[in-house]
C-alpha cells in the first residue's frame, strides 16, 4: 500500500513540475538528474531559438516589461508590454510551428516516458517485495 501512495505521489508530482521531479521523490538521483537535465536543454533550445528568431523586439519587450513599477503592472501600462510580448510570440508560433510542433511531441514524450519509468519502477519494487515476502 505504501508503494502505491508513494508511485501516485510522484506521478502526481510528476504531471505537476515536470519529468524527473517524481524520481526525486522515489530516491532515483541518476534518473531524476537524466530527466531534468534533458528538459532544460530542451528548454535552452526554446529559448534560444525564441530569442534569435524574433530578435531585438523580443529583448526589448521583456525589459520594458521587467523595468515596470509593480503598481503599474495593475493599470492599463503593464497590458501595453504584456500585448506586445504576447504579438512577439504568437508571431513566432506562426514562423516556427513545425519546430513548435517538434518541440512539442519531444517534450511530451520525455514526460509521458517519465511517468511510464515510475510505473515500471514501482512495478518491479512491488515484485521484489512480494518475492521477499515468498522467501521469508
Same mark, same amino acid.
Given at each position: 500500500?505504501?508503494?502505491?501512495?508513494?508511485?501516485?505521489?510522484?506521478?502526481?508530482?510528476?504531471?505537476?513540475?515536470?519529468?524527473?521531479?517524481?524520481?526525486?521523490?522515489?530516491?532515483?538521483?541518476?534518473?531524476?538528474?537524466?530527466?531534468?537535465?534533458?528538459?532544460?536543454?530542451?528548454?535552452?533550445?526554446?529559448?534560444? @531559438? +525564441?530569442?534569435?528568431?524574433?530578435?531585438?523586439?523580443? =529583448?526589448?519587450?521583456?525589459? $520594458? %516589461?521587467?523595468?515596470?513599477?509593480?503598481? *503599474?503592472?495593475?493599470?492599463?501600462?503593464?497590458?501595453?508590454?504584456?500585448?506586445?510580448?504576447?504579438?512577439?510570440?504568437? @508571431? +513566432?508560433?506562426?514562423?516556427?510551428?513545425?519546430?513548435? =510542433?517538434?518541440?512539442?511531441? $519531444? %517534450?511530451?514524450?520525455?514526460?509521458?516516458? *517519465?511517468?511510464?519509468?515510475?510505473?515500471?519502477?514501482?512495478?518491479?519494487?512491488?515484485?521484489?517485495?512480494?518475492?521477499?515476502?515468498?522467501?521469508?
Amino acid at each position: 500500500m505504501k508503494n502505491k501512495i508513494l508511485f501516485l505521489l510522484a506521478s502526481f508530482v510528476t504531471l505537476l513540475l515536470g519529468p524527473g521531479a517524481g524520481h526525486l521523490i522515489v530516491k532515483e538521483w541518476k534518473k531524476a538528474t537524466l530527466f531534468i537535465s534533458i528538459s532544460l536543454f530542451l528548454l535552452v533550445i526554446l529559448s534560444f @531559438k +525564441f530569442v534569435s528568431s524574433v530578435g531585438h523586439e523580443t =529583448l526589448s519587450a521583456i525589459e $520594458s %516589461f521587467q523595468n515596470m513599477d509593480p503598481l *503599474a503592472l495593475m493599470g492599463t501600462g503593464g497590458n501595453a508590454s504584456l500585448e506586445q510580448f504576447k504579438e512577439i510570440f504568437y @508571431k +513566432f508560433k506562426e514562423e516556427n510551428s513545425t519546430f513548435m =510542433l517538434m518541440f512539442n511531441i $519531444s %517534450f511530451a514524450a520525455l514526460w509521458a516516458y *517519465a511517468i511510464y519509468d515510475l510505473f515500471n519502477f514501482m512495478k518491479k519494487k512491488e515484485a521484489e517485495k512480494t518475492q521477499s515476502d515468498l522467501e521469508d
